[in-house]
């Protein structure tokens, strides 16, 4: 997939989550695959707890902040950062994508505006896991990040890299 070419996509309007989009979380869940989940939460999720539900929605729109793509009134994809504690300019971030969107060039879009935002909120460094065997979204960030960004640990590829900034790209370990 190359990031630079965006498949035209019909009214997908992206804005930051709100505490009422918990409904429209719940209905796009039910529209995911088993493996979408699982690329997502590294784990084979049945359904949304309680405390998944909450983390969802609730965000202090500094140190864990998310944006929603929106089409036809539902929530078809997510992109979140959460501030690394033990590193204030550093943030693990994820992305998910209904199946449906999928390879529409949706998750470069989202990536990029959350990059954007944590930017501005002095995060410079986005980091995450990804699984060995999820190469589309590996060559999304290579893509965005670089290939130093890629550093391979068995059966996951930790990514730590720093998007349109200036100058080497500065590393991150993990969010502790």
Partial sequence: MNS????????????????EDLAAFERMWRRLSEETIY???????????LKLRRYLVDVDHVDHDALVAVAGGEVIAVARYHRCADDPAAAEVAVLVEDAWQGRGLGVRMLRELASLASRRGI????????????PMLELVQSLLGPAA????????????SYGGAGEPRVSAPCA
């Fill in 150 to 161: 890629l550093d391979a640990r068995g059966a996951l590829v930790h990514v730590s890299g």
């Fill in 124 to 135: 410079h460094v986005l980091t995450g896991d990804v699984q060995a065997d999820n190469l």
């Fill in 4 to 19: 630079e070419r965006l498949v035209a996509m019909p009214a997908v309007a992206t804005r930051p989550v709100r505490s």
């Fill in 39 to 49: 690329r997502r939460f590294h784990a084979p999720i049945k359904r949304l707890s």
